[in-house]
């Protein structure tokens, strides 16, 4: 599995422009709804609101992973979105932070969740990924530094 078969191009937001986890989230999920029938920008939102209310996805290193799970949703949607000035996120190593994955998978398909959210926390321990990505001029390039280091993982 491919993240780049998940991750579409204009589910990438090179610059988020929010201050804050609620806008960032906000910022991030917007994409979702237009790509679904059945559910509402909101409805992201909330369910990734509340897994944050059990903990913070901010995994330290400028990384964070908001993820959750949706009962009507039929396939697994991600989005991607940069803050070169960082943002807080409560992460666990109290920094702000600057490139976010946000995957949410159908209610029922924990073995595949896992799976992808393994991969992007393992792609973003790589210090050179991490940095490419914050180097990337525009969505385009961001997009193909993600294909580039999925095809090593």
Do not use: C, W, Y
């Amino acid at each position: 599995m491919k993240l780049t078969d998940l991750l579409k191009e204009e589910n990438i937001i090179a610059d988020i422009t929010s201050r804050d986890k609620s806008g960032v989230l906000h910022e991030l999920v917007k994409g979702f709804a237009e790509q679904t029938e059945d559910l509402g920008e909101e409805e992201f939102f909330e369910v990734l609101s509340e897994r944050e209310k059990l903990g913070s996805t901010g995994i330290g290193n400028g990384v964070a992973i908001p993820h959750g799970k949706l009962k009507h949703l039929s396939r697994h949607l991600i989005s991607f979105g940069r803050s070169r000035d960082g943002i807080e996120f409560d992460s666990i190593d109290g920094k702000p932070a600057s490139l976010f994955f946000v995957l949410v998978a159908p209610e029922n398909s924990s073995g595949e969740h896992l799976k992808i959210l393994a991969k992007i926390s393992k792609m973003l321990k790589n210090k050179d990924f991490r940095s490419r990505l914050i180097k990337a001029e525009d969505r385009e390039e961001i997009h193909r530094v993600i294909s580039d280091f999925d095809q090593e993982f």
